[in-house]
């Protein structure tokens, strides 16, 4: 997608905070999101995100800092800028006795869209959420995934400029994930700026073009999914498991193998450009592991490099 | 859609848009709503109308409760509680399903709208179904002989507007709570049912110990009930009281809607 240097610039925060009281959920964060990028929020949860995310959707007041949606100051022009995004919660707030159409139908009305316009938007919607079959089902009816997809349906009713998903597909199995998955993609390719915050690092990695790492209302860490990699791990991951009690003396043993070693309670980590070589070389010195993995570095790795923390605990 | 045009509209009339959702979420009970509208007064007029009025009325020589009787005398105070009722089902629950239950006040204030049109378009539903209620009401009051034709047009009125008031004060107190742990439960058995009791619904106000007195004075149905009394057989209450009365609505409808849009604003724009 267009990500020329003159696309058009969608969100700038500088310095952004958001306090709670003593709590400080967001300190000081700077990004920037432009039209037609797919820009992730990755991080564990209470990083910060949704609180981000709720600023930028213009319905939580920011503390301090400057931001500017659309060009828009959101502490003032909250309605103008919330008429031109599409926001899916992390929770889904679908009306469960309204039917299926009904749901899209009632929101487009809060946009001001008129019923002509609305008809054909429907039958449309309900075609890109692929729920043909569930039209006239009350949204009590249908499954974790379907909601999701009207969710989202939903948030596209009014043709957002900004397309803002918290934690898409938590709590949807894996099946479901795809689908959405593939849903995002095709928004992706109309060209619609996607905003996304995620815990799970396939999902960062499948979806974003551009993303910001968060832990504890901080940014550690900026750029695309391959490039984070490339800078904060290496190419290859060895994991290696001895039994949770001999993992700690075996990890000193073995620590100078590779270019950095991650002990976990359950597994030892062994970041290098080949796995097997240093698999065959722990074999070497006479150690055993019970099982052992070699697979490519991912974001899961920058997130542990940066903050010493796995994303999901 | 042009996006100018479709954002002013939302801005100016989203207020209606949110009466169109709750009056279409309505039309889901429609048969219920209409059920209860028309079955809830020909159960109490013919329990406590024609069955304790007939006690009444015999008792007091035929004199009935200020010169009228008995179902005359009660039908108002009913009136004014059906429409109280309906308002309060419109304004509460919403309230806790938007906030609570589902979140879809979350859902709304994603759009252009703003917590304050929420607000007012909960009320616009509340008061066209205690507008129904009443109109309802009304008729069967009518067929057994409770009102006059006359009467009909301002007793509408008042019912509706006391509907509104209480209604207001529902949404504003319903705004405030956090988890739904019995706050139903409670709003019925402390406030519903002792205002019901003791605002001069089945026997004068002044009738009461004074100890008890107050309720009334506090209570927007005893003020929609004695006003409405005063206009439907011509109860004579002093002007400065139908002044009050009056003012008491009017205070209640506009102090419960300040505070209900200061506290949905504070809980949507965290």
Not at chain 1, 121 to 141: S, W
């Amino acid at each position: 997608m267009p990500k020329s240097q003159n696309a058009k610039t969608m969100i700038v925060a500088k310095g952004l905070r958001k306090v709670y009281g003593d709590f400080v959920a967001v300190d000081g964060i700077d990004f920037e999101v432009k039209q037609g990028e797919a820009f992730g929020l990755l991080g564990p949860n209470g990083a910060g995100k949704s609180t981000t995310m709720r600023m930028i959707a213009s319905t939580s007041m920011r503390s301090g800092g400057e931001l500017e949606i659309l060009g828009k100051d959101p502490n003032k022009n909250g309605p103008e800028i919330r008429a031109h995004l599409g926001v899916v919660p992390q929770q889904d707030n679908l009306d469960r006795e309204l039917k299926v159409w009904e749901n899209l139908y009632i929101y487009g009305r809060y946009f001001g869209l008129s019923r002509k316009f609305m008809k054909d938007k429907i039958e449309e919607l309900i075609e890109f959420a692929q729920l043909g079959e569930k039209r006239n089902a009350k949204t009590e009816e249908l499954s974790g995934g379907m909601k999701r997809r009207l969710t989202i349906a939903r948030a596209l009713v009014n043709e957002p400029d900004i397309l803002m998903l918290d934690e898409p597909t938590t709590g949807l199995d894996p099946q479901a994930r795809h689908v959405l998955w593939d849903r995002l993609f095709r928004l992706k390719e109309q060209g619609v700026t996607l905003v996304i915050t995620t815990h799970y690092m396939d999902e960062a990695e499948q979806l974003c073009d551009r993303l910001v790492v968060m832990d504890k209302g901080r940014i550690m860490a900026e750029g695309s999914p391959a490039d984070l990699i490339k800078q904060y791990s290496s190419k290859e991951v060895l994991e290696v498991r001895f039994g949770s009690s001999a993992n700690k003396n075996v990890a000193k043993q073995i620590e100078g193998l590779g270019d950095r070693t991650e002990v976990l309670p359950d597994r030892i980590l062994i970041y290098s450009e080949n796995g097997e070589k240093i698999l065959e070389r722990i074999v070497k010195l006479g150690l055993h592991p019970l099982t052992s993995l070699v697979r490519r570095s991912s974001l899961e790795d920058v997130f542990l490099r940066l903050t010493g923390r796995t994303l999901v605990d | 859609m042009d996006v100018e045009l479709r954002t002013q509209r939302g801005m100016r009339y989203g207020a209606w848009y949110v009466a169109e959702y709750r009056i279409r979420q309505m039309s889901k009970w429609l048969g219920a709503i209409i059920s209860v509208s028309f079955g809830n007064p020909i159960i109490y007029l013919l329990a406590v109308g024609i069955g304790v009025g007939s006690l009444v009325d015999s008792n007091t020589g035929g004199n009935g409760i200020y010169g009228v009787s008995y179902i005359t005398f009660l039908a108002p105070a009913l009136l004014a509680t059906a429409a109280i009722q309906a308002a309060m089902d419109e304004t509460s629950f919403p309230t806790l399903e938007g906030f609570v239950w589902n979140k879809s006040f979350y859902g709304m204030n994603s759009t252009q709208l703003t917590a304050g049109q929420i607000v007012d378009g909960i009320m616009i539903a509340a008061f066209v179904r205690a507008f129904l209620t009443s109109a309802a009401y009304l008729v069967v009051l009518w067929a057994f002989g409770a009102v006059t034709i006359a009467a009909m047009p301002f007793l509408f009125l008042v019912a509706s507007f006391a509907g509104m008031s209480f209604g207001a004060l529902m949404l504003a107190a319903t705004s405030f709570v956090k988890e739904d742990d019995g706050f139903f439960a409670i709003v019925a058995r402390f406030i519903v049912a002792p205002m019901f009791l003791f605002s001069g619904t089945f026997y004068p106000l002044e009738q009461m110990p004074l100890f008890l007195q107050w309720i009334g004075w506090i209570s927007p149905l005893w003020h929609s009930t004695n006003f409405a009394r005063s206009i439907s057989f011509g109860l004579e209450v002093p002007g400065w009281l139908m002044i009050v009365h009056a003012a008491f609505l009017i205070i209640s409808l506009v102090v419960g809607m300040i505070i209900a849009r200061k506290q949905f604003a504070s809980r949507l724009l965290k």
